[in-house]
T-cell receptor
Framework: GESVGLHLPTLSVQEGDNSIINCAYS??????FIWYKQESGKGPQFIID?????DKRQGQRVTVLLNKTVKHLSLQIAATQPGDSAVYFC???????????????FGKGTKLSVKP | EAQVTQNPRYLITVTGKKLTVTCSQN?????MSWYRQDPGLGLRQIYY???????DKGDVPEGYKVSRKEKRNFPLILESPSPNQTSLYFC????????????FGNGTRLTVT
């Protein structure tokens, strides 16, 4: 299988509990943020996004919170299920950040492990 | 079904033997991009394209080439692969650069011996 989960921070939760995955972003000028889920052997899958004019956005069982003051993004997963086990990445659009301007810049990810 | 398709899924080759990884999207997206993913380093951008015949270097372009002759296709070319290019590669596309979700393919696992 793929080894993308190696060397990552791990969050272990009990099935049915809520999960909170955190991400610190780099660029105060970033105005678009995304969360991705990557399961073993698959490409990253879009979960939810948020723009900088919002501080909260909800989807199905997921909520993203944005705190621009401290450049912090979090993903909350309600009633975590075994199928939620994966690596989760945040991304910012890094306006005027080092590298390619305006391209998404990804965090290294957090591995979520759900215990049955 | 809206998707990004990469081929092949797995590829084992030898140093110096030219190879191409194909990528195609059926969503009429203008923006396409290639990433490599290595343990501990996350997703790093190789090249991207904002439209047909427009390509730009990402953060790790050395040893790679791309082309964008048609909107739907964005192949990644390794003219002379080396072992340090052993990695997991992803192609992705989006409607807009940096302002809409990227849709990823399922990856190509490349091993260069």
């Amino acid at each position: 299988g793929e080894s993308v989960g190696l060397h990552l921070p791990t969050l272990s939760v009990q099935e049915g509990d809520n999960s909170i995955i955190n991400c610190a972003y780099s660029n105060s000028a970033s105005d678009y943020f995304i969360w991705y889920k990557q399961e073993s052997g698959k490409g990253p899958q879009f979960i939810i996004d948020i723009r900088s004019n919002m501080d909260k956005r909800q989807g199905q069982r997921v909520t993203v919170l944005l705190n621009k003051t401290v450049k912090h993004l979090s993903l909350q997963i309600a009633a975590t299920q075994p199928g939620d086990s994966a690596v989760y990445f945040c991304a910012e659009n890094g306006m005027n950040y080092g590298g390619s301007q305006g391209n998404l810049i990804f965090g290294k990810g957090t591995k979520l492990s759900v215990k049955p | 079904e809206a998707q990004v398709t990469q081929n092949p899924r797995y590829l084992i080759t030898v140093t110096g033997k030219k190879l191409t990884v194909t990528c195609s999207q059926n969503m009429n997206h203008e923006y396409m991009s290639w990433y490599r993913q290595d343990p501990g380093l996350g997703l790093r951008q190789i090249y991207y394209s904002m439209n047909v015949e427009v390509t730009d270097k990402g953060d790790v372009p050395e040893g790679y080439k791309v082309s964008r002759k048609e909107k739907r296709n964005f192949p990644l070319i390794l003219e002379s692969p080396s072992p340090n290019q052993t990695s997991l590669y992803f192609c992705a596309s989006s409607l807009l650069q940096g302002n809409s979700p990227l849709h990823f393919g399922n990856g190509t696992r490349l091993t260069v011996t």
